[in-house]
């Protein structure tokens, strides 16, 4: 078994319910900062920008990582690849946009731990999947009955 499905079974079998709450909760966040982005693309591209390298590709996979990933971690469908898909988002804010105005600086904190916080989240729902309520917890046991069927 190859080290990504061990960490996958490791994940699937250490769930625990809060955590539905939780992906939630990341996910209605992720959605609404996907939204504020489209509303304010001139400031998205404004921050791309400043980066001064891809700054239209890169607003764009924001608004495509935010505004597609977003509804897919709410719902628990496919959550590790949503998830993954917005890593490279904010490893961007984490690294490039905060690091510039200072990790430390007084005003800039709550902007830098609320990347660091989602970026952390992102991870544990790449490791541990969408939880028990979810569509991938569906999907698995709607296949582990046909295949139960099949045989």
Not at 16 to 33: I, T
Not at 61 to 72: D, I, R, T
Request: with cysteine; proline share 2%.
């Amino acid at each position: 078994m190859s080290a990504i499905s061990e960490i996958e079974h490791w994940g699937d079998s250490h769930r625990m319910n809060w955590m539905v709450a939780l992906r939630v909760a990341l996910g209605g966040f992720l959605l609404y900062k996907g939204i504020f982005f489209a509303m304010n693309l001139e400031m998205l591209q404004e921050m791309s920008r400043e980066l001064a390298f891809m700054s239209m590709g890169a607003a764009h996979y924001v608004l495509f990582a935010h505004l597609l990933g977003a509804p897919l971690i709410i719902l628990g469908y496919y959550t590790r690849t949503a998830c993954i898909m917005q890593i490279p988002v904010l490893l961007g804010a984490v690294i490039f946009v905060n690091a510039p105005a200072g990790f430390m600086s007084v005003g800039n904190t709550y902007e830098f731990w609320v990347s660091i916080v989602t970026l952390l989240l992102l991870v544990l729902f790449s490791i541990f999947g969408g939880a028990k309520y979810s569509l991938d917890e569906m999907r698995r046991n709607r296949d582990l009955r046909q295949g139960n069927n099949a045989q």
